[in-house]
């Protein structure tokens, strides 16, 4: 025992030095404890602080500063069980640790001293004292700035300048809070904004800077950076940095611009586009974007008849959110440009087709002398289609080939149309000028397509009698002279011009066993469509593309049938698919109601009867309405009893 016995009482020494020393977290008979690292103090010495209670029954006792000058102020405090709340709290204006005290810092209204301690004197549930050591108090700020100046730079500036503080309201909606007209070229803003309680920050607002542009247009951009670090600017609200004042100084936010200017074809249009900073929100979001899925427009005009031009008010930044193509259109023709010579057939391909923007240009300083070459691509393309030797393709169907751009993002059936036109009976299609570029060439999955039908009625007049169908009336008549007008007018000409397939004098001939004619939306394809892809790049070059075998469709046939005296003849029954990349087929039903809708690619497929309400307004029907192929093979979904 006397061996055992030093070591026990050095042991409880230590347990007793422990508890003493034992910060508010870790001693578990402690049940107020202050949340707040920083207290804001006002000119009278008063502030508050975030406590909660951790017993089941109130919390009650007294807050005080430890080192407040003489007796210290006391603030009572009652808090609810398991609850958060603010409490008070005060000490002496003339305490050494009442921030309004400690050494004033230029150009700051904020002040505040750290490592002060605040004393808590519990009395419920239980009486205990305990100390915070690690508390800073901080004067009260109600208000701080949002300033800076605005610079332009080049030999053209911007005038009538404006900086505004954008407010973004709940659903949505802006609004003005303030703003000021900048004097003169490195003129300065400042715009008072109120702080949040207990120097917390302000809200948040954007910063919108509007000039008259070199053409006289009235345009706008807003800020992007951080305090006392502009990165140039976004093209609409929701590019734009959310700034805040906070407690510790001014937000210092400089807009700096500069131009791009150089040489072009006479009268060309130029555009100057940057993609945003950021891509999120999704389709929906970057849809809208001035250039769809790529790019805004910071700036616009036209070239002179030398050719000259110059874009000016363009937020000028060395960093890489912030980078510009310069596009030039002449006539039909769209080029586009980065920091290099190369030639580029849209945004997407300036962005290499994955939002890159290693291309563009970095405006750091004015940049001059940008030529823009807007000729003609001269790039021909021939595409050689290939087709199974099962089938004899169709002209209209299979054989139409087109080319679509290949946008980043964006399905293949909503991805653009650059060029499109029919192959000749060995398959072959040549497009010219086509412009650099990613492409999906299509072979046989031609969309939109009409054409004219010889008809087993005269008119379709029972239908087209409303008023809101009336201008359709030139879809279905007997000849082409008995519509209304001439070559020139009327209902006559509208069937004359209508694209694809306009009216031909052809149209003036009654086949037998018919009518009439109509102008219907079926072009019928056999194959099942080939999609393959096409690098088409610079300007000057021949491109032969092979495609991939397009080989035979399924086949789906059936019968439509009607209520007893209407017709089950012409009925357009239509097979489509929500994959998102298969077209629609569609068939017009015989005379006894019959259809036979061909090249289908393997899948699902759902079935619609009287899609174009073209005999009536119904389209509810009986039997099968989903079907599931596998291409080159043929199916019967049995009778579709029409309700319409």
């Given amino acids: 025992m006397r061996l055992r016995t030093p070591v026990i009482a050095s042991a409880a020494v230590a347990v007793v030095a422990a508890f003493l020393t034992a910060g508010p977290a870790e001693a578990a008979s402690y049940k107020l404890s202050v949340k707040s690292t920083g207290i804001a103090i006002s000119s009278s010495g008063t502030g508050s602080v975030s406590v909660k209670c951790a017993s089941k029954a109130t919390c ?6 430890t080192d407040d000058t003489g007796k210290p102020r006391v603030r009572k405090y009652k808090v609810k069980g398991r609850s958060s709340a603010r409490v008070a709290i005060a000490m002496h204006t003339n305490a050494r640790v009442n921030p309004h005290n400690a050494p004033a810092v230029a150009g700051r209204d904020y002040r505040s001293v750290s490592n002060v301690s605040v004393k808590v004197d519990e009395d419920k549930p239980r009486n205990i004292t305990h100390y915070y050591r690690k508390i800073r108090t901080e004067t009260l700020v109600s208000r701080q700035q949002i300033r800076g100046t605005v610079t332009g730079y080049g030999p053209v500036l911007a005038s009538n300048l404006r900086v505004d503080l954008i407010s973004v309201l709940r659903g949505g909606n802006t609004k003005i809070v303030k703003g000021q007209d900048i004097s003169g ?41 951080s305090s006392g670090r502009p990165a140039g600017g976004g093209a609409h609200l929701r590019d734009g940095t959310a700034v805040k ?20 074809a006479a009268g060309a249009d130029v555009t100057v586009a940057s993609p945003p900073a950021s891509f999120g929100g999704g389709s929906r979001v970057t849809r809208e974007f001035d250039l769809p899925y790529c790019a805004n427009i910071f700036g616009r ?62 405006l750091s300083s004015p940049l001059a002398g940008k030529a823009l070459p807007a000729g003609q691509s001269n790039n021909t393309v021939k595409v050689k289609a290939s087709f199974s030797p099962a089938y004899k393709p169709t002209a209209q169907g299979d054989r139409w080939v087109r080319l679509r751009e290949k946008v980043p993002g964006v399905g293949i059936l909503d991805a653009p149309v650059v060029a499109e036109g029919q192959a000749d009976s060995k398959g072959s299609r040549t497009f010219t000028n086509v412009a650099p570029g990613l492409y999906w060439v299509e072979v046989g999955r031609r969309t939109g397509c009409s054409d004219w039908y010889p008809s087993k009625f005269s008119n379709n007049n029972l239908y087209f009698k409303g008023l809101d169908r009336r201008s359709e009336t030139w879809k279905a008549f007997k000849r082409l002279r008995n519509l209304s007008g001439n070559a020139n007018s009327g209902f006559e000409r509208i069937a004359r011009t209508a694209r694809p397939n306009p009216a031909t004098g052809k149209q003036n001939s009654i086949p037998r066993g018919f009518k009439g004619w109509m102008y219907r939306g079926y072009c019928k394809a056999r194959g099942a469509g080939t999609i393959n892809t096409l690098d088409v790049s610079g300007t000057g070059k021949s ?11 399924a086949v789906v046939k059936g019968r439509v049938t009607r209520a007893k005296g209407k017709t089950n003849k012409e009925l357009m029954v239509r097979l ?33 009867v009287n899609s174009d309400s073209w005999r009536g307004i119904g389209r509810t029907f009986t ?22």
């Fill in 60 to 65: 009650k006792g007294k807050l005080s500063f």
């Fill in 185 to 225: 070229n490195g003129g300065r803003y400042s715009l008072n904004v109120s702080l949040g309680a207990r120097n917390t920050a302000s809200a948040p607002y954007r910063l919108r800077l509007s000039g008259t542009d070199q053409d006289g247009i009235r345009r706008s951009w807003y800020w992007r950076g």
């Fill in 245 to 264: 004042a906070t407690r510790t100084s001014d937000y210092v936010a400089d807009f700096r611009y500069a131009s791009v200017s150089g040489t072009t």
């Fill in 301 to 362: 005009t036209s070239a002179s008849s030398s050719g000259a031009y110059r874009v000016t008010f363009l937020p000028m930044t060395s960093s890489s959110a912030n980078r510009y193509m310069v596009g030039a259109r002449n006539s039909k023709t769209q080029a586009w440009y980065g920091k290099s010579g190369t030639r580029y057939g849209s945004c997407y391909d300036a962005t290499s087709y994955k939002r890159s923007r290693a291309n563009l240009i970095t």
């Fill in 543 to 553: 491109v032969t593309k092979k495609t991939s075998r397009n080989r035979q469709g």
């Fill in 576 to 608: 489509s698919s929500s994959s998102g990349t298969r077209v629609i087929r569609t068939d017009v039903t015989d005379s006894k109601g019959v259809f036979y809708i061909a090249g289908l690619p393997s899948g699902k497929w759902t079935i619609s």
């Fill in 623 to 644: 039997g099968r309405h989903s079907v599931k192929v596998k291409a080159g093979k043929g199916y019967n979904v049995g009778t579709l009893r029409f309700k319409g």
